[in-house]
């Protein structure tokens, strides 16, 4: 039997796209949890610039870093996705002191 992984905490969102399933997902990236399954998967995935994208409802593994990270088979729909979530105002920014 050949063993075949996603890559990652994330890989689930990763293979819902590049199966077809959905055309863009959500993954939850610290330090690579999303981006190397997209790599893995042939997506693009992004990590938005921190407050770039609303971390409400995020359950962090460090603060700091956590982000919402996006994945799509491609450029264009991810720029497309992430205009419809980036933070419009100052809403679901966190401030570190």
Same mark, same amino acid.
């Given at each position: %039997?050949? @063993?075949? +992984?996603?890559?990652? &905490?994330?890989?689930?969102?990763? !293979? &819902?796209?590049?199966?077809?399933?959905?055309?863009?997902?959500?993954?939850?990236?610290?330090?690579? &949890?999303?981006? +190397?399954?997209? /790599? @893995?998967?042939?997506?693009? /995935?992004?990590?938005?610039?921190?407050?770039?994208?609303?971390?409400?409802?995020?359950?962090?593994?460090?603060?700091?870093?956590?982000?919402? $990270?996006? %994945? $799509?088979?491609?450029?264009?729909?991810? $720029? #497309?996705?992430?205009? !419809? !979530?980036?933070?419009?105002? #100052? #809403?679901? +920014?966190?401030?570190?002191?």
């Amino acid at each position: %039997m050949d @063993w075949v +992984i996603a890559g990652g &905490s994330s890989g689930g969102s990763a !293979v &819902s796209v590049s199966c077809g399933a959905v055309a863009a997902s959500v993954g939850s990236d610290t330090g690579g &949890s999303a981006r +190397i399954p997209g /790599a @893995w998967n042939g997506l693009c /995935a992004l990590k938005p610039s921190y407050g770039a994208v609303s971390r409400r409802g995020l359950v962090p593994l460090v603060n700091s870093l956590d982000c919402p $990270a996006l %994945m $799509a088979a491609g450029v264009d729909d991810l $720029a #497309e996705v992430f205009n !419809v !979530v980036k933070v419009r105002q #100052e #809403e679901g +920014i966190v401030y570190l002191a």
